[in-house]
């Protein structure tokens, strides 16, 4: 087999075999075949498409390009979340408890942030003493005693994605729909969860501005779910403004814990209520979304949930105490309120300019390097909808340093539109995909 005839066959529309894909995949990650002509195959592909098959069978050669996680020694049905990314995403951090306290095992492997999306990772260590480095054994043996457990995800996960997606960020071939279904469900199919809930981010904040796009992303991977004998639900849900008020990693775990204690977002309630509804039913938990949501909020009533996240934090070397004492964890030397100059209906919020503020603030990553300052960021005061009078409060920025709070101040107004006419409201779960 060449590579040279693979390019040319895909060049020309055709669909791979199963072994093409296999050769070019393995062949690649072992360093067998260069750079140059992997990049003219994606660069094939991103023209010419991939079919259902070939998009399987690629999940699959990148999956099985390293270890895969046997999660067969943790006792029940392991149900793993993950979401595209976007403002203010906290979800793991509350959804994880409430799951795990309605009797589902969640085991799950995170990544840390890069630019202004956050990691799981980053914000969980907001408690002292926090870690995910986890061993396997110590991994399931968490699960299997208190029902969750967090690991950083290890170099030898679909090894083969970690390599093509570093080629496809500098040849401008990461917008194929195959291509990121196949990125994404490689690395969740290798983390051994047998049912997956993907929560797929549309809007300003989101990898996928346009809600069709985010739909084809959804319906592609619930496929590759499906054709691995997975039991896949993805839902669409809105990140044309932050998810909830927060954006930041201490400010978010903040957040997280008083959505546990009854008091959380509206529409990061409804989000968590939505995943965990689909999680509980695919666990075998409970057979409708209405059953499933009672569930749930039972244990954030009856403090469960709460008490799981204390668990989880205490079992990963985390100072448990942070979860019940939330004003405990870091803050920021000042906190500067943005003043609306206008009165009006806010009519949009320009949900990465939020995410890029946050990251001016120190609260991301502009390189892999670059060191987080878990304490700032920005809670909003107001969202889109809401009615404000000329000086009333839009955003607090919460900060360690005037000249960053000075130009994140100044970016964050830009990204509030003021208008006089009050928005429709649009939905804030746009389809569930089954």
């Known amino acids: 087999m060449r590579m040279y005839d693979i390019i040319m066959k895909k060049r ?11 050769f070019f995949v393995e062949g690649y990650t072992n360093g067998e075949i260069p750079d140059y002509q992997v990049s003219a195959l994606m660069m094939a592909i991103y023209f010419q498409k991939m079919t259902e098959k070939e998009t399987y069978e690629l999940t699959m050669a990148m999956a099985e390009s390293g ?6 020694a943790i006792h029940g049905i392991k149900v793993d979340k993950h979401s595209t990314g976007g403002v203010g995403d906290k979800t793991s951090l509350a959804l994880t408890p409430m799951v795990a ?12 942030g890069l630019g202004h999306t956050g990691g799981t990772i980053d914000k969980l260590e907001s408690f002292p003493g926090f870690t995910t480095a986890l061993t396997t054994e110590q991994f399931i043996e968490n699960v299997n005693k208190i029902g969750i457990a967090i690991m950083g995800q290890t170099a030898d996960l679909a090894p083969a994605d970690k390599k093509l997606y570093a080629l496809r960020d500098v040849t401008a071939t990461v917008d194929n729909m195959s291509l990121i279904a196949s990125s994404i469900m490689s690395k969740k199919l290798a983390a051994g969860a047998d049912a997956i809930v993907l929560d797929v981010k549309t809007g300003s904040g989101a990898f996928m501005k346009k809600e069709e796009d985010a ?8 496929k590759i779910g499906k054709n691995a004998g997975r039991k896949t639900i993805a839902v669409i849900s809105d990140m044309d403004q932050p998810l909830g008020f927060a954006v930041g990693n201490a400010l978010e775990v903040k957040e997280a814990i008083e959505t546990l204690n009854g008091k959380g977002p509206e529409d990061f309630v409804e989000l968590c209520m939505t995943l965990g509804s689909r999680m509980l039913i695919a666990g075998g938990k409970a057979n409708t979304p209405e059953e499933a949501e009672e569930m749930l909020k039972n244990v954030i009533q009856d403090g469960s949930a709460l008490k799981k996240l204390a668990e989880f934090v205490e079992a990963q070397g985390g100072d448990e105490s942070f979860v019940y004492h939330p004003e405990r964890l870091p803050e920021t030397s000042s906190r500067r309120e943005l003043l609306s100059d206008k009165e009006g209906y806010i009519s949009r919020i320009v949900c990465d300019e939020v995410g890029i503020c946050s990251l001016i603030l120190g609260g991301g990553r502009e390189t892999k390097e670059s060191k987080i300052d878990l304490s700032v960021g920005i809670v909003l005061q107001k969202k889109v909808g809401d009615y404000v009078k000329k000086g009333d409060i839009l955003a607090v920025i919460h900060a360690n340093n005037e000249d ?11 990204a509030y539109s003021i208008t006089d006419t009050k928005p429709e409201k649009l939905p804030f779960i746009k389809a569930i995909i089954q």
């Open 12 to 22: 020309n529309g055709e669909e791979l075999t199963k072994e093409e894909i296999r």
């Open 67 to 72: 270890d895969r996680l046997d999660l067969s």
């Open 101 to 112: 306290a309605c009797g589902i095992p969640v085991a799950k492997m995170s990544g840390r």
């Open 215 to 222: 739909r084809a992303l959804a319906e592609e991977m619930v």
């Open 404 to 414: 960053k709070a000075e130009e994140a101040a100044c970016r964050l107004l830009k």
